[in-house]
């Protein structure tokens, strides 16, 4: 008999216990992927915002090139400004154009004159804002600096959180994986173990005779986490909207076939992986004592 007919055999003999095993599998693996994708939205969201300008400094009049090169040495001395952008009394404008360009009244309100030129940074570290914010007020002619500091550090607070409490329960997941096949595979070892002792006497390999065990905790894991892929890939197009709609402006969605493909091979692999630890343990707690049979 083969050795995949053998493992199937094994997984057949016990159906309420491969029903229970799979059923708790892809339970934790569910969970697990829950969080690796608020990790990885977490993260695209917080890199969007570390992108943007995150300091906004207005003038009074329009800066000459000159002043402008000026504020732009003197930032980029402190060796903590990524981005640099000089917006125009003329560029103010046509942005004030196009985002309120369904409402000629408030079009009607404001002329190039009256918006400010402004200077747009951002920071390698967001926690350096403060630092940048507090040049340019120095500067001559700041009328009002701005910066999205809390909003970052929110960002970055939260993102932390995420990543700690997943850490933590993917352990605390992948350990209940792991002792729930120990303890699924053990006792199947235990119910066979005079055939085990018997092919042991005829010469069979330990190869033989725990392979098919190492295959089931295999089977367990890469099936579980196959079922909790395809449920997490439904909820993405069903909940879809919804995010999108919250996230409105950051482009978080769509996420491309390959992150899917990318997300099911780290899937499948932690799967296999936990199974497999839990078949060895198993194996090894038990199959000495067989041998001697």
Same mark, same amino acid.
């Given at each position: 008999?083969?050795?995949?007919?053998?493992?199937?055999?094994?997984?057949?003999?016990?159906?309420?216990?491969?029903?229970? /095993?799979?059923?708790?599998?892809?339970?934790?693996?569910?969970?697990?992927?829950?969080?690796?994708?608020?990790?990885?939205?977490? *993260?695209?969201?917080?890199?969007?915002? #570390? /992108?943007?300008? *995150?300091?906004?400094?207005?003038?009074?009049?329009?800066?000459?090139?000159?002043? $402008?090169?000026?504020?732009?040495?003197?930032?980029?001395?402190?060796?903590?400004?990524?981005?640099?952008?000089?917006?125009?009394?003329?560029?103010?404008? #046509?942005?004030?154009?196009?985002?309120?360009?369904?409402?000629?009244?408030?079009?009607?309100?404001?002329?190039?004159?009256?918006?400010?030129?402004?200077? =747009?940074?951002?920071?390698?570290?967001?926690?350096?804002?403060?630092?940048?914010?507090?040049?340019?007020?120095?500067?001559?002619?700041?009328?009002?600096?701005?910066?999205?500091?809390?909003?970052?550090?929110?960002?970055?607070?939260?993102? =932390? $959180?995420?990543?700690?409490?997943?850490?933590?329960?993917?352990?605390?997941?992948?350990?209940?994986?792991?002792?729930?096949?120990?303890?699924?595979?053990?006792?199947?070892?235990?119910?066979?173990?005079?055939?085990?002792?018997?092919?042991?006497?005829?010469?069979?390999?330990?190869?033989?005779?725990?392979?098919?065990?190492?295959?089931?905790?295999?089977?367990?894991?890469?099936?579980?986490?196959?079922?909790?892929?395809?449920?997490?890939? /439904?909820?993405?197009?069903?909940?879809?909207?919804?995010? $999108?709609?919250?996230?409105?402006?950051?482009?978080?969605?769509?996420?491309?076939?390959?992150?899917?493909?990318?997300?099911?091979?780290?899937?499948?692999?932690?799967?296999?992986?936990?199974?497999?630890?839990?078949?060895?343990?198993?194996?090894?707690?038990?199959?000495?004592?067989?041998?001697?049979?």
């Amino acid at each position: 008999m083969g050795l995949l007919a053998k493992t199937w055999k094994n997984i057949r003999r016990t159906p309420y216990q491969t029903l229970a /095993t799979l059923l708790v599998m892809t339970f934790t693996l569910f969970l697990s992927g829950i969080f690796i994708l608020l990790a990885f939205s977490a *993260q695209k969201v917080l890199y969007y915002f #570390e /992108t943007k300008p *995150q300091v906004s400094a207005f003038f009074d009049e329009e800066l000459p090139k000159e002043r $402008v090169a000026e504020i732009r040495k003197k930032l980029e001395q402190t060796g903590k400004m990524s981005s640099f952008r000089y917006v125009s009394k003329k560029e103010a404008f #046509e942005t004030y154009k196009n985002l309120f360009k369904n409402e000629p009244q408030l079009l009607e309100m404001v002329s190039e004159e009256i918006l400010p030129s402004s200077i =747009e940074v951002s920071a390698y570290n967001p926690r350096e804002l403060q630092s940048l914010a507090e040049i340019l007020k120095k500067e001559e002619g700041v009328q009002e600096v701005k910066y999205l500091k809390d909003i970052v550090e929110n960002l970055i607070f939260w993102t =932390e $959180v995420i990543k700690t409490v997943g850490i933590v329960l993917l352990l605390l997941l992948g350990m209940t994986s792991v002792l729930v096949i120990l303890i699924v595979v053990g006792m199947k070892i235990s119910s066979r173990k005079k055939e085990m002792g018997i092919l042991n006497l005829l010469g069979a390999t330990k190869w033989y005779i725990s392979s098919p065990f190492l295959l089931e905790g295999v089977f367990y894991g890469f099936s579980g986490a196959f079922v909790s892929w395809i449920l997490l890939f /439904t909820l993405y197009f069903l909940f879809k909207p919804y995010v $999108v709609s919250f996230f409105e402006g950051i482009p978080l969605f769509p996420l491309p076939p390959v992150f899917w493909l990318l997300f099911l091979g780290t899937m499948l692999f932690l799967g296999s992986l936990t199974g497999f630890l839990g078949s060895s343990i198993a194996l090894k707690r038990h199959i000495r004592r067989y041998e001697e049979i």
